[in-house]
C-alpha cells in the first residue's frame, strides 16, 4: 500500500517508470531478430570476401567453372578462415553471455522485465555499431569479436529473449501459454524472412555498408520502444541488487531444490530436449550460408537471401499449423511431427548438389519450429510464477551453450569433411534430433504432476 511502511528485511516496491504507451513484448523481439538476420549472412560474405581477397582468390562468381573447384586449396582456405571466424565470435559472446544472461534474467524476477529488455538492446546496439566500423573503415575482422563479446556483457539476444518469454509467462494463462510462445517466436521468423530478402538484393545493388547502417538505425529504435513504451509484465517491480550470487543459485535451485521428483526431471529432460534441437538448429545455420556459396552450388547474394527467407518461413507456417492440429492432437505430438519434418529436411540439404533440392529440403522445414515453444511452455509450467525469469535465463543459458556446441561441432567438422563428404554435418544434426524425438514420447507418456502447474488464469 501506498502510505505504508515496507518492513525493514524487505525490499521495497519500486514503482514502474513512466511509459509513452504500454507496449506488448513483440514488436522488440521482431526488431531485434530483424536486425540480427540483416547482420548475420552479411558478415559471413563480408568475411568470405575480406579473406578471398587477402589471399588472391577472385573465382566465387565465375558459375561457369563453379563444378571444377572442389579441389581448390585456396577456396577451401577461404571457406575454412570463415568458419573459424564465426566460431570465434560464437565462443566469445557464449563465454560472457553464460554468466551475464544467467545473472540479469533472474534479476528480473524482482526488478522487472524492461531493465532487461533495454540493457540487452543496447548491447545489440553496440554490436551493430562496431560491425559498422568493421566495414565502413576496413578494420580487422577481430573486432567483429569484440563486439560480440560487448553485446553479450548485457544480456545479448538471449537475455532479450528470457525477459520477452518470461513476460509472455507474466500475463498468459496455462491454458494459452504455447499458442503464445509460438506467437513469439512467429515474429522472430517474420522479421527474419524480410530481413533475408532485403538482405541479398541490397548487397547486390549496394555492398555491405547500408545493410549494417539499418540495422543500426532499428536497434535504435527498439532501445528506445524498451525504455519508453514496453509495458512492465510483472505485477510488483522492486529493488534488487544487481551483482549478487542470489541470482545464480536461484536458477541452480530450479533442478536441485526439494520438490515432486517428477516435475524436477521432467525440467531436466525438456531442457536437454531444448538443448539438441536448438544445437542441430544453429549448427546448420551456421553453415549453410557456407555450404551455399561453394561449389557445387554457387550461390550468389540474391539466392542466399532467398534460402535465408526460406529458412524464416517455418516460423510463420509452424504458429499456423499449430494453431490447427491443437484442435486434435496434444501439444507434444504436434513436436513429434514438426521434429520428422526437421530430419527429413537435414538428409535432403546434405545430399542436395542443384538449387532444386536445396529448396525442397527448405520447404520440408515449414512444420520443424513447432519444437521450441511447446517446450518452452511445458517447462514454464513446471515452475513458480515468481521464477519464470530464472528459468528462461536458465534456458537463455542453454540456448548459449547449444550455439557454442554448434559452432564447435558444425564449424570444425565441416571444413574437416570438404574433402570426402560436404553435407556430413547435415546427416548428424538429423541423428542427433532423434534424441528430443524421444525425450518428448517418453515426457508425455510420463504426466508430471508439479505441485506449481496452476497458474492464476489472466483475466
Not at 68 to 79: F, G, I, K, L, Y
Request: with cysteine; glycine share 8%.
Amino acid at each position: 500500500m501506498e502510505g505504508s511502511a515496507s518492513p525493514p528485511d524487505k525490499p521495497r516496491a519500486r514503482p514502474s517508470a513512466a511509459v509513452l504507451c504500454r507496449g506488448p513484448v513483440e514488436p522488440l523481439v521482431f526488431l531485434a531478430n530483424f536486425a540480427l538476420v540483416l547482420q548475420g549472412p552479411l558478415t559471413t560474405q563480408y568475411l568470405w570476401h575480406r579473406f578471398s581477397a587477402d589471399l588472391g582468390y577472385n573465382g566465387t562468381r565465375q558459375r561457369g567453372g563453379c563444378s571444377n573447384r572442389s579441389a581448390d586449396p585456396t577456396m577451401q582456405e577461404v571457406e575454412t578462415l570463415t568458419s573459424h571466424w564465426t566460431l570465434y565470435m560464437n565462443v566469445g559472446g557464449f563465454l560472457v553471455g553464460l554468466f551475464s544472461s544467467t545473472l540479469l534474467g533472474a534479476w528480473s524476477d524482482g526488478v522487472g522485465r524492461r531493465p532487461l529488455l533495454v540493457l540487452a538492446s543496447l548491447g545489440l546496439l553496440l554490436q551493430a555499431l562496431v560491425s559498422v566500423f568493421v566495414v565502413q573503415l576496413q578494420l580487422h575482422v577481430g573486432y567483429f569479436v569484440l563486439g560480440r563479446i560487448l553485446c553479450a556483457l548485457l544480456g545479448d539476444f538471449g537475455g532479450l529473449l528470457a525477459a520477452s518469454f518470461a513476460s509472455v509467462a507474466d500475463v498468459s494463462s496455462s491454458r494459452s501459454r504455447t499458442f503464445r510462445m509460438a506467437l513469439l517466436e512467429a515474429s522472430i521468423g517474420v522479421a527474419g524472412m524480410l530481413a533475408s530478402l532485403l538482405g541479398g538484393h541490397w548487397l547486390r545493388a549496394q555492398g555491405y555498408a547500408n545493410p549494417f547502417w539499418l540495422a543500426l538505425a532499428l536497434l535504435i529504435a527498439m532501445t528506445l520502444y524498451a525504455a519508453f513504451c514496453f509495458g512492465e509484465t510483472l505485477k510488483e517491480p522492486k529493488s534488487t541488487r544487481l551483482f549478487t550470487f542470489r541470482h545464480h543459485r536461484s536458477i541452480v535451485q530450479l533442478y536441485v531444490a526439494p520438490a515432486p521428483e517428477k516435475s524436477r526431471k521432467h525440467l531436466a529432460l525438456y531442457s536437454l530436449a531444448i538443448f539438441v534441437v536448438i544445437t542441430v538448429h544453429f549448427g546448420a545455420q551456421d553453415i549453410l550460408t557456407l555450404y551455399e556459396l561453394s561449389t557445387p552450388l554457387c550461390w550468389d547474394s540474391k539466392l542466399i537471401g532467398y534460402g535465408s527467407a526460406a529458412q524464416h518461413l517455418p516460423y510463420l507456417t509452424s504458429l499456423l499449423v499449430l494453431k490447427l492440429l491443437q484442435h486434435c492432437l496434444a501439444d507434444a505430438w504436434v513436436a513429434e511431427i514438426g521434429l520428422a519434418f526437421n530430419i527429413l529436411g537435414m538428409v535432403v540439404f546434405a545430399f542436395a548438389t542443384i538449387t532444386p533440392l536445396m529448396f525442397t529440403g527448405y520447404g520440408l522445414l515449414f512444420l520443424s519450429l513447432v519444437i521450441t515453444p511447446v517446450i518452452r511452455a511445458k517447462l514454464s509450467k513446471l515452475v513458480r510464477e515468481t521464477e519464470q525469469g530464472a528459468l528462461f535465463s536458465a534456458v537463455a543459458c542453454v540456448n548459449n551453450l547449444a550455439m557454442l556446441t554448434a559452432s564447435g561441432i558444425f564449424n570444425s567438422l565441416y571444413p574437416a569433411t570438404l574433402n570426402f563428404m560436404k553435407g556430413f554435418p547435415f546427416l548428424l544434426g538429423a541423428g542427433l534430433l532423434l534424441i528430443p524425438a524421444v525425450l518428448i514420447g517418453m515426457l508425455e507418456k510420463a504426466v508430471p504432476h508439479p505441485e506449481f502447474q496452476q497458474f492464476p488464469q489472466s483475466p
